[in-house]
């Protein structure tokens, strides 16, 4: 890579900012652990619980936080909230970690 090219790749602090911001708020496992869950699809928080396998308020905790940092979005049907991942670029870099970091991904 020449040095034009990588300047270009850090060129704007605000890309490197929010990049940060939402690695920083996807940084926790069981907050990747949701994301994984979650994947394309759109799941109620008692869903998300199964699948990740802890308690609903522990669960709800770092949905609010993923929420927060707009990495989430929701909807609510009557009495259940259903998540899903707001940007299918972050559906995107989950993938990739899977690819890396995951033995069975091979």
């Known amino acids: 890579m020449t040095e034009i090219e990588n ?7 605000s890309d490197i900012e ?5 690695l920083k ?7 990747l652990k949701i994301l ?7 799941l109620a928080v008692q869903d998300i619980v199964e ?11 770092h949905l609010a936080k993923l929420k927060d940092k707009a990495i989430l979005g929701s909807r609510r049907d009557a009495n259940r909230i259903f998540y899903r991942v707001n940007d299918e670029r972050t559906l995107r870099l989950v993938e ?11």
Request: charged share 15%.
């Open 25 to 31: 708020a996807m940084s926790h496992p069981l907050r």
């Open 7 to 13: 300047n270009d790749l850090i060129a704007h602090d």
């Open 18 to 22: 929010q990049a940060a911001f939402a």
């Open 96 to 106: 990739m970690m899977r690819d890396v970091f995951c033995s069975n991904a091979l």
């Open 36 to 42: 994984c869950a979650i994947g394309e699809q759109e």
């Open 51 to 61: 699948c990740v396998g802890t308690t609903q308020s522990n669960v709800s905790q």
